[in-house]
């Protein structure tokens, strides 16, 4: 019996001919790549767990080569994959068979920016630690931060629906995007690029492409609102005993640092020890159990600073930490960062890494955890939790020496009838991708699904964008 993470038969899209290729090349002189050794990074997953066969990759600068291109495959029946930084972890970003690549890396301008409302408008291929930097030097910020920023694109994250470490503070892209252009499936370019706060002239069509993978439209263009840098930044890295004081510490440091607080994230003493062992990063503080980064942002050193002393007090006379240090200055600021950040890289040394994305209620967060860890015994060589501890959103991973189709058998469906006992998401801020579209079910009603798949029909008809991807197979 085939596993529901596997791809389904090729669906009947049409083959790259000659005169396909002439077409492209004509259009795109010099950014249409054919060359198999060009093409291999593009067919592999940043985690190496997928591989494509596509035999051509696309490289659009304009909104109208993208739309350009769209039509034709559309008229041509060939399936496309929409790529940006190619860091997603779900299996998404990467052809299935020979879907042509059509990758936003050369659409990375800056369109404009305001500098009163913070409004930042840009092309979708900007790199999200590029248009970081563009706003530093404003004395702004983007809303949303992530380990992978160095190489994730404006455009993908959007795709995605992507979280990251800011989301507590600065909240969802649902909120934060005022504004998208899309080219859809047949080539319409949809102008949705407003930089407006507000505007309720009737649906917000735009929602329904931020967290869509590349199924409904390709992301062009992305307007997004940016909050002011803050003047003040403080880093604490805690460690407590327990979970439950974890969350305890948490209650506490939202009551005591209030709208400061911009960051409470967490690992587990497995994570540090791949930290140390793959990484040879040292654990600032001694070994406990579970670790924090809490990070404050405000406007003014000396409040922030008195209102963190007196939450760090508080929280070591109730013994509710057992030890920490504090960073003030950017360089340490950095590194305690990279102990919370890094842990996704320190997996990958570990061994294949199966990672599950889900979202639970703060008081079940860790439980799935512990009970994964009883229920593999020894079949697996690591299992470790973290996760952003503000959001409920936890990342269970499990590592084994080599792809094992028995320990996944164990892992799944266990872990996704654990998470929709507790009413949790099986995809926090992933997405579904190939690899998790087949478990929808366990975290969204079969009408609902059955609507998403009428979407897709309507703004998709021939299913070109991204087959095999987010939907599931069957509809129930
Ligand atoms: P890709 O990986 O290229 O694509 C992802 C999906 O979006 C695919 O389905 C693709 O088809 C689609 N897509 C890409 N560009 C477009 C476009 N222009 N139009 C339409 N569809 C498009 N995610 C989080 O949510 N929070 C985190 O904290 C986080 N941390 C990460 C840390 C690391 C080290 C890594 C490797 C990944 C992390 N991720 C995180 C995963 C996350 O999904 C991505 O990093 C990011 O949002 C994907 O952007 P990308 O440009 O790499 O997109
Ligand atoms: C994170 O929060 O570190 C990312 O979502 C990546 C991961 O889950 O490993
Ligand atoms: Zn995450």
């Known amino acids: 019996k085939p596993s529901p993470a596997a791809a389904p038969e090729r669906l009947p899209f049409s083959r790259i001919t000659p005169e396909d290729l002439a077409f492209f090349r004509e259009i795109l002189p010099g950014r249409t790549i054919t060359d198999p050794d060009l093409l291999e990074s593009s067919n592999v997953d940043w985690l190496k767990t997928v591989r494509g066969s596509s035999e051509v990759l696309l490289r659009p600068q304009t909104t109208e080569e993208v739309s350009r291109i769209l039509k034709y495959c559309n008229s041509r029946n060939l399936a496309v994959n929409p790529q940006g930084g190619n860091t997603g972890l779900v299996g998404g970003s990467v052809p299935v068979y020979d879907e042509i690549i059509l ?29 970081s930097l563009y706003l530093e030097e404003r004395d702004f910020i983007m809303p949303l931060d992530l380990g992978a920023k160095g190489s994730c694109h404006i455009g993908g994250n959007v795709a995605t629906n992507a979280g990251g470490l800011r989301l507590l503070r600065y909240g969802s892209l649902h909120g934060t995007v005022l504004g998208l252009e899309v080219v859809l499936a047949d080539g319409q370019v949809l102008d949705c690029l407003a930089t407006l706060r507000k505007d309720n002239t009737g649906y917000d069509l735009k929602q329904l492409f931020i967290g869509s993978e590349g199924t409904l439209g390709v992301i062009t263009a992305v307007s997004i609102l940016c909050p002011r840098k803050p003047r003040s930044v403080n880093v604490v890295f805690l460690g407590c005993e327990t979970f439950e004081q974890l969350l305890k510490t948490f209650q506490l440091c939202r009551g005591m640092l209030g709208e400061i607080l911009s960051a409470y994230e967490f690992l587990d003493s497995e994570c540090m020890r791949l930290l140390n062992t793959h ?24 409040h922030d600073g008195e ?20 960073a003030t200055e950017d360089s340490k600021i950095k590194a305690l960062w990279s102990m919370r950040e890094r842990v996704t890289e320190s997996l990958t040394h570990d061994g294949f890494t199966y990672k599950y994305d889900i979202s639970l209620p ?28 503000g959001d409920g959103n936890l990342h269970l991973n499990i590592t084994s020496p080599a792809k094992d189709p028995a320990l996944l058998a164990a892992i799944e469906p266990f872990v996704y009838e654990w998470t929709a006992k507790c009413q949790g998401s099986i995809s926090a801020e992933h997405g579904l991708g190939l690899k998790k579209r087949n478990y929808i079910y366990y975290s969204k009603p079969s009408q609902a699904v059955a609507l998403m798949s009428n979407i897709k029909a309507m703004l ?6 991204n087959p095999y991807k987010t939907l599931p197979d069957n509809l129930k």
């Not at 209102?307 to 504090?326: Q, R």
């Open 362 to 389: 703060l008081e079940q967060l860790y439980q799935l955890v512990t009970d994964m860890r009883e229920h593999l015994g020894d079949r697996a060589k690591s299992v470790v939790g973290y996760g952003h501890v």
């Open 460 to 465: 998709d008809p021939k299913g070109i964008l």
């Open 103 to 131: 990758s936003t890396a050369l659409m990375n301008n800056i369109l404009t920016f305001h500098s009163i409302s913070g409004i930042l408008t840009c092309q979708s291929g900007c790199v999200l630690e590029n248009l």
């Open 307 to 326: 209102k963190l002393h007196n939450f760090l007090d508080e929280a070591m006379t109730s013994s509710l930490v057992m030890d920490g240090t504090v």
């Open 279 to 302: 990484l040879k990063l040292p654990n600032p503080i001694s070994d406990c159990p579970f670790y924090v980064v809490i990070e404050t942002s405000g406007s003014d050193a000396t």
